[in-house]
Every structure is written in structure tokens, then in C-alpha cells.
């Protein structure tokens, strides 16, 4: 399994970053995908998951900023972030796993918004 993230960096407060994961070694149409956040020295934070289904779950903190979506075809999930602000500044991980578990991790990548 290979999970790899792009799309992050640095954005104003207010602006908006999609990030992008590509998934392989495993059916991704079976699988449900999510994303993740972690601020150095803090603890992971669950963002948001999209089921086989298409259904999703928000976290509270981003929920009404933050859309993910799927592409079953090319192997991607996405999150669209809207709104962004200071305390969203993490490293995001795109996050499967066999029956909803979190058996597999991506890499991360970084997005920092700040003035």
C-alpha cells in the first residue's frame, strides 16, 4: 500500500489549498479514506473521512470549511479547505486501512497558514 499526499504550503489566512492523495496497492474503490492532522509536538487530530459509500464525516473543527471528496477512477482523494485559518497549520496525512481501520499512513505533507 502507497499513500502519497500533495498540494500543501504556505497560505494567507482566509485562503483555501486542496489537497490531493493517490492511492495504490489495494482496491481503492473498497476502501474508506481520511485525512488526518498533526502540529509538531502535538497530538493527531481525525479531519475527515470518505466511505466506499461516498458518505463522510467532518470533524467539528473544520466542518463547513472543509469538503472531501473522491475519484474512484484515479485512485485520489481530496480535501478542499476553505476559510483557512492559523490554528489549521499542520501536517496532513491521508490515512486507509482494511475495514476502516488506520493500518496505512501516507507520508504527510505540510500546510502552514500564516500572514
Known amino acids: 500500500v502507497q499513500l502519497v499526499e500533495s498540494g500543501g504550503g504556505l497560505v494567507q489566512p482566509g485562503g483555501s489549498l486542496r489537497l490531493s492523495c493517490t492511492a495504490s496497492g489495494f482496491t481503492f474503490s473498497n476502501y474508506a479514506m481520511g485525512w488526518a492532522r498533526q502540529v509538531p509536538g502535538k497530538g493527531r487530530e481525525w479531519v475527515s473521512n470518505i466511505y466506499s459509500d461516498g458518505s463522510t464525516y467532518y470533524a467539528d473543527s473544520v466542518k463547513g470549511r472543509v469538503t472531501i471528496s473522491r475519484d474512484n477512477a484515479k485512485n485520489t482523494v481530496y480535501l478542499q479547505m476553505n476559510s483557512l485559518k492559523p490554528e489549521d497549520t499542520a501536517v496532513y496525512y491521508c490515512?486507509?486501512?482494511?475495514?476502516?481501520?488506520?493500518?496505512?499512513w501516507g507520508k504527510g505533507t505540510l500546510v502552514t497558514v500564516s500572514s
Open positions: 490515512v486507509t486501512g482494511p475495514s476502516g481501520s488506520q493500518a496505512y
